[in-house]
């Protein structure tokens, strides 16, 4: 019979490269594991991206640098803080970071598509994944499309890390067959700093994430099978011990992790942005703190 597709999204796959044991935690294990307490930075940026995803949900006269922070407030997510005053400051903060970033936009603009869900089958693969944004950008042969993610982690992006995830060739790749277009191009937006690094693949580095992530999948299903056939699950999903530790939502539970310095939830959001060395991070504007919830 032939073998069983993997299903898979982006952070699944990306879970088993950064830590075999951290995927079957989540993935695998019945009853799953408990989690640690939420982080702050997650918090931060899912609230970030869900405005901008209601931004363009907006009538496009409505697209007003007014209208933000109550789509802000709206969304925002109070998990992991250390205490208020910290979350007013994050409050303020993701503000001025979408103030600043839309002020980029043509509010006239409408993308193909926002928080949209691409999928693709392979002889491996059932990949599915939701891209934040997908551009339709005029091309040399007609409308070619764009994959666009936005990050609010401490770092700035680089060409680099455009063209090495593996995440964004396979929304590109995914969203080349679903919309029967081009797909090429992929863009990481740094809301803190205001960079784009973009990065245009070819057909054939496309294929070769695309075959990253096959062979990554077929890795998983064979520790899987050895582990339905008997094998030690610590041995055929072992942990990676390092930096991320400290960040695991499982670190408690896994042996390894626990003797790895542990992170508090809001630690990440204290920490200052690192811009880009060629780019400096503009001083904010002056503004009254909103409060993040009533």
């Known amino acids: 019979m032939p073998e069983r597709l993997f299903t898979c999204t982006p952070s699944k796959l990306g879970a088993y490269t950064d830590c075999p044991r951290r995927y079957r935690y989540a993935y695998l294990d019945r009853p799953a594991p408990p989690k640690g307490p939420p982080w702050a930075h997650n918090s931060l940026g899912s609230s970030v991206h869900t405005a901008l995803k209601n931004w363009y949900a907006l009538p496009a006269d409505r697209r007003r640098p007014e209208a933000l922070p109550a789509l802000l407030k709206g969304t925002w997510v109070r998990d992991g803080y250390r205490d208020d005053e910290q979350e007013r400051a994050a409050y303020q903060r993701a503000l001025g970071w979408l103030e600043g970033y839309v002020a980029t936009l043509d509010p006239g603009d409408d993308p193909l598509g926002v928080e949209r869900v691409v999928a693709v089958k392979t002889a491996v693969l059932a990949f599915n994944g939701r891209a934040d944004r997908i551009d339709s950008r005029p091309g040399p042969d007609g409308p070619e499309l764009v994959i666009v993610d936005y990050k ?8 680099d890390d455009a063209r090495g995830s593996q995440a964004l060739a396979l929304y590109a790749y995914a969203a080349e067959r679903t919309f029967r277009r081009p797909c090429r191009r992929v863009e990481l937006h740094h809301l803190p700093t205001g960079t784009v690094a973009g990065h245009d693949h070819t057909a054939e580095s496309l294929a070769r994430q695309l075959t990253r992530a096959e062979d990554t999948a077929r890795d998983i299903m ?34 390894v992790g626990a003797q790895m310095p542990g992170r508090e939830p809001w630690s990440a959001i204290d920490r200052p942005v690192a811009p880009p060395a060629d780019r400096p991070v503009a001083p904010p504007a002056d503004r009254p703190v909103a409060p993040p919830a009533d």
């Open 222 to 255: 064979a520790a899987e099978r050895a582990v339905t056939d008997g094998s030690d699950p610590d041995e055929a999903f072992p942990a990676v011990a390092g930096p991320r530790c400290g960040w695991c939502d499982y670190r408690r539970t896994c042996p």
């Open 152 to 159: 609010t982690g401490r770092s700035g992006s680089d060409a």
